[in-house]
Each structure stands twice: as structure tokens, then as C-alpha cells.
């Protein structure tokens, strides 16, 4: 064997042992013609020694000629180190093993940094050496966490009767929000297939054949703007299940994240998660992935604001508006300040913003006067506001709670009003069936065109679209949507009618979706999933900066990776068997 035991498993307990490792040279120590050196696997470190009179001649110069990170097999015995210089925050820290031979198994090249020193690298250096960032235990722990991760989600859903089934990664291009990443087909010229942005129709027709229940680690490619969270290519935990409400995945949803938040972080999450409406989660937080961590709700003060004699907001409510606000309590900022957040909100979209500071009954505001002292004590009991700012904006109902919602996230990164390591899970539920895209003058999907309407509001359909609800469902941690799904619609006839309500023309659907109408038309039965965002739902429980830092090979915010310099060009015999040419 090349090695008998790993870097990280020795202990007092295998003193006087003989030994094999092998692994990487991390530290290396010459103390007095001893050489030292901490040799690093997966699994940790243990510190070696090589003393000339335990060795060869030919081995010591070599371990006194060996640089950073270079491969090498140490054979040796265990010993304990001396007193005084054991190393608590090592597991193997209470040993050493003394070289009794070396073989150095490759030399390694020059490097662009140490290995313990990556966390002050460019993330641009970390992803052109990818291979190098890979070896840093936090980046290992990392990866192994996922993989936990990932048997975790496994073995929960295998044990409720789900079966993992790999659906196709070559599929054909449809309408779904994102743009497609095409491939073209060189037995088809001038046809292309699309790279999946889901897998959300293929397991709508394995509900159809009656497999019941269905998961996957699904590979998403959506070729979009990218971000911090996002990559042009994503890992999903997706489930569908048939015969279910919505409670029936909400729940097994729940128990599943919980497993996993036990498996990542060690300790229990609270259940059941809370519950919110669409409308509820806008009006209170002013967004439909509210953060909970913090307060700051929104109220709406338009009955006792406009009663003042503030003439801005009479005029304003008299036009339809809605006067909101919401209070940050116990501080005390400057005018400066506070003139600083009305720009501030100006740039978000609104036409002013009102605050009023209060301290133990008195008030101070560019509009105390206009308001008089009633209406400000009336607002100060409104907000339950002994000392802090009142802050308020008059706007279109939605408008006002969304401008708030933005403004409100603001006030907790100044203030810092975010408690570290605390996970506020909630669902948000009862959304709109549609919304009225201004681009295009048109209604389109709040979530996709498969999502299934309530069915009290199915008499609106075509009458009131906007006014009905869908049976979807979105699954927020911390302010960030991590996982989103809904009962499917499961009859042809209904599926028609949404098309048409979204201005698909027949011709259209038939194209583009009519295996699924064929499908729904023989025997489909009621079901519903969801679809969990694994990477960002692992870098928010570890509390990373971005999902790059949770996948082995990430891409660039421009979609590069700059290790193997994807994308590339291809030769012009490879267009050529694909029927295409380069455009100069």
C-alpha cells in the first residue's frame, strides 16, 4: 500500500507504529540540520520529521530540498512529540512521525500562492488555478459538506417513496423565461437542440406515466446576466409527486430542509416554517422574499398622515396614493444623514421621503409644522415609537410598500440590525396567477405557464386575469428565494385556456407544447413539486458571499472559467460538419 493510514488520523494511541503517508509539503522547518515539515491530505496534517541519523544520505537531501506543495511517500514511526511543543489545534497535534524513508512522488512547479494564504488571493487567481484553490481545507470542507449534502437529500426522498430518475440534457428549445442554450445538431443541420433551464416538463410527463413520485439532482443551464447567486449552469434538488396539495410538499419540503440544515450545520432548524400570503409578505416587508431577521414593518398611515395639514400628502392621497412607513427605533442619526437616505430613496424610484425623529414626546421634521403635534404623537403610537425616526413615502399602493421594502433592507445593513447565524425560513404562498409585463403590453406567468390557478378563482380567468391566485409556492431563507414550485395543470382544456389568456397563439402552443397537451389528454393526474436552488440553499446555511465558493468549477460573472478558458473557438471543420460558419 502506498499509504496506511491518512494525514489527519493519528494519534497517541499509535505510538511506536509504523508507518505510511503521502500527501502534499505544506510548512516546512530546518531547525539545527532537522528537518520538519507538515504534510497535508484531505484529511488533515501531520508533522514529520527527518533527522539524518534516522535516514539515508540520499533521502535527508532530499527532504531538505523539498519545496511547497510537492507530492512525496513518507515511510516512519510514530512518536511523541516532545513536551512543550504538542499543538492543540491539530488532531494529530500530540504526535510526530520520524522519517525512516522518502520518495518524492512529483515536484511541484512555482505556484501563484500558498496554499494557507488563498483566502488573500484575487478570486480571478483562485479561478484561473482552480486545481490549486481546491487543495485549501476550508474549499475541501466546502465540497464535502455538499456531498453530505447531497446524500442527505437522497436518502430522505428515497425513504418517502421518491425515485431518483435522470431526465434528458439534450431537449428540444421552449418558451421559459430565461434564453436557451442551443446546440446544433450535426445529423439535422439547421437544427439545434436546448440545454435544459429545468426539468420541468419531463417530470410533468413522468407524472403522467405514473411513476408517482420523482427527484433529481437536476443540472439547470439558463444562459443569463449572472450574479453572485447565479451561474449559467446550477444544481437543483427537483421533486414531483403526484396526488398532492400544496401542504403535502410544503411539508415533506420542510422536513427534508431540516435533515439538511442538521446534516451542514449541526444543530435542529424550528418548524413548521411560517406561512405567508403574496399580499401579506408585499404589504408588510414590501417584497415577496421578505427577510424576517429584523423588524421594520411597513404600516399604512394614510387615514392619520393625510388628516394633517401636510398639503403634499392630502393632494397625494386624493390621487389614489397610499401613504406607508415604517420606523427604526432606538437611534438617533443626523439631519445630514437623514437628508442623505431622502436622495437615497429618490433614486429608487420615489418622489420624496418624509422622517420624523422622535425623542420621548418631541418631534423633529421638516413637516412637524405642516403635520401639528397630534397627527406626529398619533404616528409615534402607530409605530409604538418612544426614541427613533419615523420614515414615510406616498405612492401607488404597491408601489409605496415595494420603494419601503428596498429602503428597508438599506436600514438594516447601516444599522446593522441583521443578527449573525440566524435562518428565517418562510413560505410564501397565494400568488398571482399573472402580472402585466409593461415591456411588452401583455400578461405573462408570475412563475411559469404549467402553474395550476386556484380553483375558487377559475370564474376570473378570462374576465379578471390579474385578480387570479395560482397554487404556487416559494420557499425564502434570509431574504433569498431558494426554492420555488406549484400544483401543475393537469388538464388539457384548462392549459389551453392559460395560453390563450397569454396571447399564445394555437399554432404556437401546438408547436411548442404539444406533446405536453397530448400527454394531459391521456389519463394525467393531479400533481404538483418544487424545485430547491441547492447551490444557493448550501451558501447561505455556511454563510458564504457567493455560490462559486460551493461548486468545484465555477464560471465568471461574464460565464468564463479561467482555468480552461471556456468558451473557446472551435476550428472551421467543426462548423462545417455542423452546417455553420463563423460571421467575422
Known amino acids: 500500500m502506498m499509504r496506511s493510514h491518512n494525514c489527519g488520523e493519528l494519534s497517541a494511541g499509535d505510538l511506536d507504529r509504523e508507518v505510511r503517508l503521502a500527501g502534499w509539503v505544506g510548512a516546512r522547518r530546518d531547525h539545527g540540520g532537522i528537518v520538519f515539515i507538515n504534510l497535508r491530505d484531505r484529511y488533515g496534517v501531520t508533522q514529520v520529521v527527518f533527522n539524518p541519523e534516522r535516514l539515508s544520505r540520499d533521502d535527508f537531501e532530499k527532504s531538505a530540498a523539498l519545496h511547497s506543495e510537492d507530492v512525496i511517500q513518507v515511510r516512519g514511526r510514530v512518536t511523541r512529540r516532545p513536551a512543550g511543543t504538542e499543538n492543540p489545534r491539530m488532531s494529530t497535534g500530540e504526535i510526530e512521525v520520524l522519517a525512516e524513508g522518502l520518495v518524492l512522488l512529483n515536484r511541484c512547479a512555482p505556484i501563484p500562492f500558498e496554499i494557507d494564504e488563498a483566502a488573500q488571493v484575487s478570486e480571478t487567481v483562485r479561478l484561473g488555478y482552480r486545481y490549486l484553490d481546491l487543495r485549501r481545507p476550508v474549499m475541501q470542507r466546502n465540497l464535502i459538506l455538499r456531498h453530505r449534502a447531497a446524500r442527505t437529500a437522497r436518502e430522505f426522498l428515497s425513504e418517502k417513496g421518491f425515485v431518483e430518475v435522470e431526465t434528458p440534457l439534450l431537449t428540444r428549445s421552449t418558451p421559459e423565461g430565461a434564453r436557451d442554450f442551443l446546440v446544433p445538431s450535426r445529423l439535422d443541420p439547421g437544427k439545434f437542440y436546448a440545454l435544459p433551464q429545468s426539468p420541468q416538463l419531463s417530470k410533468q410527463l413522468l407524472m403522467v406515466?405514473?411513476?408517482?413520485?420523482?427527484f433529481q439532482l437536476a443540472r439547470c443551464l439558463r444562459d443569463e446576466d449572472l450574479r453572485a447567486d447565479r451561474q449559467p449552469e446550477h444544481t437543483q434538488i427537483d421533486?414531483?409527486?403526484?396526488?398532492?396539495?400544496?401542504e403535502d410538499i410544503q411539508d415533506l419540503v420542510e422536513e427534508m430542509v431540516a435533515r439538511i440544515f442538521q446534516t451542514v450545520n449541526g444543530r435542529p432548524l424550528e418548524r413548521p416554517f411560517p406561512r405567508l400570503t403574496y399580499q401579506q409578505a408585499v404589504d408588510v416587508y414590501g417584497s415577496d422574499k421578505p427577510d424576517r431577521r429584523f423588524g421594520l414593518e411597513i404600516t399604512d398611515v394614510t387615514e392619520l398622515a393625510a388628516a394633517g395639514g401636510f398639503e403634499v400628502f392630502r393632494k397625494a392621497v386624493a390621487a389614489g396614493s397610499r401613504i406607508k412607513g415604517l420606523a427604526l427605533p432606538g437611534v438617533d442619526p443626523s439631519v445630514t444623514q437623514l437628508k442623505g437616505y431622502e436622495e437615497k430613496v429618490r433614486e429608487l424610484g420615489a418622489r420624496g421621503l418624509v422622517w420624523i425623529k422622535a425623542a420621548g414626546g418631541n418631534f423633529q421634521s421638516?413637516?412637524?409644522?405642516?403635520?401639528?403635534?397630534?397627527i406626529l404623537a398619533g404616528l409615534a403610537g402607530k409605530f409604538g415609537l418612544e426614541k427613533g425616526v419615523i420614515f414615510m413615502?406616498?405612492?401607488?399602493?404597491?408601489?409605496?410598500?415595494?420603494?419601503?421594502?428596498?429602503?428597508?433592507?438599506m436600514l438594516a445593513s447601516d444599522f446593522n440590525l441583521v443578527p449573525p447565524d440566524r435562518f428565517c425560513f418562510l413560505w410564501v404562498v397565494d400568488f398571482p396567477l399573472f402580472e402585466h409585463d409593461e415591456e411588452s403590453k401583455r400578461l405573462?406567468?408570475?412563475?411559469?405557464?404549467?402553474?395550476a390557478p386556484r380553483p375558487e378563482d377559475l370564474d376570473y380567468l378570462e374576465s379578471e386575469p390579474l385578480r387570479v391566485r395560482s397554487q404556487a409556492y416559494d420557499l425564502v431563507l434570509n431574504g433569498t428565494e431558494i426554492g420555488g414550485g406549484s400544483i401543475r395543470i393537469h388538464q388539457a382544456e384548462l392549459q389551453r385556456r392559460i395560453f390563450k389568456i397569454l396571447n399564445l397563439e394555437p399554432a404556437a402552443w401546438e408547436r411548442e407544447f404539444g406533446f405536453l397537451l397530448a400527454a394531459l389528454e391521456r389519463g394525467a393526474p393531479p400533481h404538483g413539486g418544487l424545485a430547491l436552488g441547492f447551490d444557493r440553499l448550501l451558501t447561505t446555511f455556511l454563510g458564504l458571499p457567493s455560490i462559486r465558493e460551493v461548486i468545484a468549477f465555477p464560471k465568471t460573472q461574464k460565464g468564463a472559467c479561467l482555468m480552461t478558458g471556456a468558451p473557446s473557438e472551435v476550428s472551421p471543420e467543426q462548423l462545417k460538419d455542423l452546417d455553420l460558419r463563423r460571421i467575422s
Open 239 to 246: 421533486l414531483e409527486a403526484s396526488f398532492v396539495e400544496p
Open 444 to 451: 405573462t406567468s408570475v412563475h411559469h405557464p404549467f402553474t
Open 366 to 374: 421638516p413637516v412637524a409644522k405642516f403635520l401639528g403635534p397630534e
Open 393 to 409: 413615502v406616498a405612492d401607488a399602493d404597491r408601489k409605496a410598500s415595494l420603494l419601503l421594502g428596498a429602503f428597508r433592507l
Open 209 to 214: 406515466s405514473g411513476l408517482d413520485r420523482y
